[in-house]
């Protein structure tokens, strides 16, 4: 039996679907994610690396995937927004009426549009479209950046997430499990809820044999106001299947995630 193989995909900061990378690690084999993926004519893919051919996946799951601007905004109220805010400029004592606070209202509304616009869809149906293939190898994505707010405060919380999954037959298109990050994150959020959540809507619509979601955050409600704490960092995990039961494929994991880092 050959060693368990990892397929080690790391987005570069914001815009991962353009920037995927696929690595061999150790002495583990790579593996091909995606058994039928298309370039951009939508033709199927048949030569080329690896990795030219997971960025081919990414590049047509997003294309096929972009919700229409402004659409989840339109959801969120925000002449409501608008009017609150106004009030608040009011109870901190300012005047909403200068000319530096005049537009901040609508400003802020649309801000909101987008932050909290994650609670008008389904994170669900990001994974729900997946390629089935006999694969036995952990595939993992580091380095997912997301902000989201603290449902506490209100005040944004901001970091990394890693998301892996051994698959039983389901697979995805690397950038999926980032929209799902993505989708889970912009809505009043805790960290803790957040992590779990994306590893129940991993488990739970990719049947797979494990998943694995680790996530390092900065809360600003801890570095701005309260305790004051800048550079800590919260780290929370949730394990499933594989990765709760197995030690070893829980550290291999860990491996690949930190390794390179201590
Ligand atoms: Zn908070």
Same mark, same amino acid.
Not at 61 to 72: A, F, H, S
Not at 99 to 117: D, H, I, K, N, Q
């Given at each position: ?77 925000? !002449?409501? #927004? @608008?009017?609150?805010?106004? *009030?608040? $400029?009011? /109870?901190? %004592?300012?005047?909403?009426?200068? =000319? ?95 992590? !779990?959540? #994306? @590893?129940?809507?991993?488990? *739970?619509? $990719?049947? /797979?044999? %494990?998943?694995?979601?680790?996530? =390092? ?46």
């Amino acid at each position: 039996m050959p060693p368990a193989g990892f397929a080690n995909a790391q987005p570069g900061g914001a815009d991962f679907p353009d920037s995927f990378l696929c690595e061999t690690i150790g002495e583990s084999t790579t593996v091909d994610l995606d058994p039928f993926p298309r370039d951009s004519s939508g033709a199927p893919v048949t030569s080329g690396s690896n990795s030219d051919r997971l960025r081919a996946v990414g590049t047509i799951v997003d294309e096929l995937d972009e919700p229409p601007r402004g659409q989840v905004e339109h959801r969120v109220d925000q !002449e409501r #927004i @608008a009017r609150a805010v106004r *009030e608040i $400029l009011l /109870a901190i %004592g300012e005047n909403p009426d200068r =000319e530096g606070l005049r537009e901040t209202p609508a400003r802020v509304a649309r801000m909101y549009g987008e932050l909290f616009g994650g609670l008008h869809e389904d994170p669900r149906r990001h994974v729900q479209k997946f390629f089935t293939e006999t694969c036995d190898e952990v595939v993992l994505v580091r380095d997912i950046s997301f902000n989201s707010m603290c449902e506490h405060h209100l005040l944004p919380f901001m970091g990394k997430a890693h998301v892996a999954y051994l698959p039983r037959e389901r697979v995805v298109g690397l950038s999926k499990l980032a929209r799902v990050v993505e989708s889970v994150a912009r809505r009043p959020q805790v960290q803790e809820r957040m992590t !779990e959540q #994306i @590893a129940d809507i991993l488990v *739970e619509e $990719l049947k /797979a044999k %494990g998943v694995a979601v680790v996530i =390092e955050a900065v809360h600003t409600c801890m570095t701005i106001r309260g305790v004051r704490k800048p550079g800590s960092i919260c780290v929370t995990s949730a394990m499933k299947g594989c990765f709760r039961n197995k030690s070893s494929t829980r550290a291999e994991l860990m491996t690949l995630i930190y390794g390179d880092r201590r």
